[in-house]
C-alpha cells in the first residue's frame, strides 16, 4: 500500500513537471498554436541560430512595432481618453473656455458631437490640451491620467493592452531583439507607460512630436512645449523617424490594418541584408475586441503582394486581454 | 638558499599582483591622480550606491557627451575632412564642378582658400557633400572614408580619439550608465564609428540631420537624404534633441569650450530630480593637442556660476591620445 502511494505520487509528480515544463516551453501562450504562431517561432530561431546563413547578429535584431490598434485598442482612442481628460481639466481652471466646442461637448459629456469631430478637429484638440506647459508639467499629468483613467467600458487603461503582443515583445527581447515602439501617438504620452505596459524603456520609444523649445530663464530649466506639431509619425515617416532615432532598418516589423499607417514601415524592414518578418493585426474580431477593415484594403493587400504575415485576432489568438 | 629564493620569488610575485590589482583598480589610467579625478570616481560611487540618498536607479543613468573637441579633435573638424574626400570624388565623376568655388580649391589642395571658408559656406558644403544619395549609399561612402582617411598630420582619424574619454565611457558604462553622443556632427557620419571608437552603439547618437524621404519605387526602397538640414544639433536645441530621443535629463554631461555649443545640453542636465556631473573640455593643451579658447569665455564662465568642473587637457589628462 505504502509502495503505491509513492508509486501515485512519483506519477502526479511527472506530470506537473512535465506541464509546468510545457508552459515554460511555449513562449506564445495566448497565441494559438498554429502555422502563424509557428512561422514566428521558426523566424526567430533562424536568425538566431549562429553559424547559419540566416543568422543575424544581436545588435541588428531592432524590432519595431506600432501602438494604437497593435500594442493595444484603438477605439477608443486612448491619447483621445486622456485629451478629454485634460479638456475637462482645462475648463475648470477657465470656465470661459465652456462657450467653445469641443470643449462645451466635453464638458456635458455630449458623446454625438465627440464621435463626431473631424481627424483636424481631434488633431487641434490634441494639441491644445497636450501643448502650452513645461515637460515636467506634463508628464505629471500623463501619470495622474494612468493612475485613475478608466475607458468608456469600464476598463483600466492597463487591461487595453493585447497580452498576445506583450508576450510577443517578451520573447523577442528573451532572443536578442532590441525592441521600439514606432507609433502616431505623440512620443512623450507613450513613454509614461511604455516600460510597465510592454517592458520597452522610454527611449525606445518613437512617436508624433511637438516643437520643443528650451528654456533657461525665470526659475524654470525644462523643454517647452509649443502648440505646434513638428512630426506627425504615420505612413512614411515611420521609416525616416526609425532612420533618425535607430539608424537600422528593423528586422521585426509589426503594424495593424485600420488606417494603412503602418505599411511603409513594414516595407522599410524588408529593404535590408537581413533576413525579416513582417505582420499586420487584423481587427476581425467583434464579440472580443473591434472588427473594422481598411475600405480600399491596402494593408491586406500588401500584405498579400509582399508575403507579410496576418494575425487574425479572431482565428490566432486564444486570449485578447489579461482581464475580460 | 633554497628558502631565500622562495621568499624572494613569493615577494616579487606579491608586487607583481599588487600592481596589476592596482592597475584594474584604477578605471580611468589616462587621467592624471587628482581632484578632479576623484570628483569623478565620488560622483559615480554616491549615485551607484544603493540605500543613499544620492542613488539613481540603473534606468535614469544616462549621460551624454558632444563628440568634436569632447571625444575627438575638433581642429582639424572631421566631418569638415570627409566633405573635402567627397567633393574630390563628386569632381572626378563631374570635372565641370571644378569651374567651381570651393570645388576648384578643393580639388587643387588650395589650403589657403579652403582655411578661410566662413562657416555658412562650409555648412553649405556638408550639405552637397552629404545628400542627394540614399542612405545606403550615404553609409558605404563613410566606411570608404573611415577605412581609409588621415588628417593632415598624417594621424589615421581613429588616431584623434582623446583616450581619457574612452576610459571615461567605458568607467560610466560598468557603473550602469547609458552613453550617449549629442553632437553637431550629421547622426548617420557619426553612427559609422560610435560603436568602434567609444562602444557607443548607432541607436544612442544623436546629431544635427537632413531632411529625409522615404521612396519605396523604381527598385528603391530606402531613405533618401535631402539637401536641406532638418536640425543643427548645437546649442538650445542640444536639450531639445535629448528629450525627442531619450525623454530623460542626462545625469552625466559632457561638452568642450571653444563654441559654447554645450552649455544648454549641461544646464539642462542640472534641471532634474537626481544629482548630476558636468564637465567642460578645455582645449589648453598647445604642445600635445590644441590651443583655442572663446573670446567671451562663455563655457568656462558658467562653469564657475554653476558649479561645473573643467578638464584642462594639459593639466588633467595623462595621456590625450592612443598613440603619438
Not at 38 to 50: E, L, Y
Not at 286 to 308: F, H, M, P, T, V
Request: aromatic content about 12%; overall charge positive.
Amino acid at each position: 500500500m505504502k509502495k503505491n502511494i509513492i508509486t501515485l505520487f512519483l506519477i502526479l509528480t511527472c506530470i506537473v513537471s512535465s506541464r509546468i515544463s510545457f508552459a515554460q516551453d511555449d513562449p506564445l501562450p495566448s497565441w494559438n498554436d498554429d502555422t502563424l504562431k509557428a512561422s514566428i517561432i521558426a523566424f526567430v530561431k533562424s536568425v538566431t541560430m549562429d553559424g547559419t546563413s540566416t543568422f543575424v547578429p544581436v545588435e541588428d535584431r531592432v524590432a519595431t512595432f506600432d501602438n494604437d490598434g497593435t500594442l493595444w485598442c484603438e477605439k477608443p482612442l486612448i491619447q483621445g481618453l486622456f485629451a478629454m481628460y485634460r479638456a475637462k481639466q482645462m475648463v475648470e481652471k477657465n470656465p470661459s473656455l465652456k462657450q467653445k466646442q469641443p470643449y462645451k461637448a466635453i464638458a456635458s459629456n455630449d458623446m454625438a458631437y465627440i464621435q463626431k469631430m473631424s481627424e483636424q478637429d481631434l488633431i487641434k484638440l490634441v494639441v491644445a490640451t497636450h501643448t502650452g506647459l513645461t515637460e515636467d508639467e506634463y508628464e505629471k499629468q500623463v501619470a495622474d491620467f494612468f493612475a485613475n483613467a478608466k475607458a468608456p467600458n469600464g476598463k483600466s487603461v492597463a487591461d487595453l493592452v493585447y497580452k498576445p503582443q506583450v508576450e510577443l515583445l517578451q520573447y523577442l527581447r528573451a532572443n536578442g531583439f532590441k525592441t521600439y515602439i514606432c507609433s502616431g501617438g505623440t512620443v512623450d504620452f507613450m513613454r509614461a507607460i511604455s516600460i510597465k505596459y510592454y517592458g520597452i524603456p522610454p527611449e525606445q520609444v518613437i512617436g508624433s512630436t511637438f516643437v520643443y523649445v528650451y528654456k533657461d530663464s525665470a526659475g524654470i530649466n525644462d523643454i517647452y512645449r509649443l502648440p505646434k506639431l513638428a512630426t506627425f509619425n504615420d505612413k512614411q515617416v515611420k521609416p525616416v523617424s526609425i532612420q533618425y532615432h535607430i539608424g537600422k532598418r528593423p528586422i521585426f516589423a509589426c503594424g495593424n490594418e485600420g488606417g494603412a499607417g503602418d505599411v511603409y514601415m513594414l516595407r522599410f524592414s524588408q529593404g535590408g541584408k537581413y533576413p525579416s518578418y513582417q505582420l499586420i493585426v487584423n481587427h476581425d474580431d467583434k464579440e472580443r475586441e473591434a472588427y473594422y477593415q481598411e475600405k480600399d484594403n491596402k494593408s491586406l493587400n500588401w500584405a498579400k503582394k509582399y508575403g507579410w504575415h496576418v494575425v487574425s485576432m479572431k482565428g490566432n489568438w486564444k486570449t485578447i486581454f489579461a482581464t475580460n
